[in-house]
């Protein structure tokens, strides 16, 4: 089941790295719950359902562009996937590049992402997640 929920992820983080909302809303599931938090995000928020993701990546684009998503490692968390993800991106008014590093922990559901929350770290993640001792 693990192998299976990392392949649906990195299906999935590259369609956000694509930025195709329609593949985002497939991988998506339609209860769908992304919690960012205030230290990664001028905007924090929990974005909820296809209407959320839509939000989202709307409010993100506005302000950014050549946005990219690479996981950079995967931890098996039992009913979960804990990742490790590099963003990088352009800002779109001063074409400034950015890169932020952060983890998140994912749940999947019927084969589709149920809820991502996102930390600061990787040991926040894994601490969260019930992997760090």
């Given at each position: ?71 950079e490692r995967f931890w098996d968390a039992g ?55």
């Amino acid at each position: 089941m693990y192998e299976r929920d990392v392949e649906i992820l990195r299906e999935g983080l590259q369609a956000f790295s694509d930025g195709d909302i329609e593949r985002i809303l497939q991988f998506t599931h339609p209860e769908f719950e992304a919690i960012v938090p205030a230290e990664l995000s001028p905007e924090p928020d929990t974005y909820r359902g296809h209407d959320g993701v839509r939000r989202y990546f709307a409010s993100f684009a506005e302000a950014m562009e050549d946005i990219h998503f690479q996981p950079e490692r995967f931890w098996d968390a039992g009913d979960a996937v804990v990742v490790a993800m590099r963003m990088t991106a352009k800002g779109r008014q001063t074409s400034i590049e950015v890169e932020q590093r952060f983890a998140q922990i994912w749940t999947l559901l019927d084969d589709k992402a149920r809820s991502v929350r996102t930390f600061s770290s990787v040991r926040q993640a894994l601490e969260a997640a019930g992997l760090a001792s």
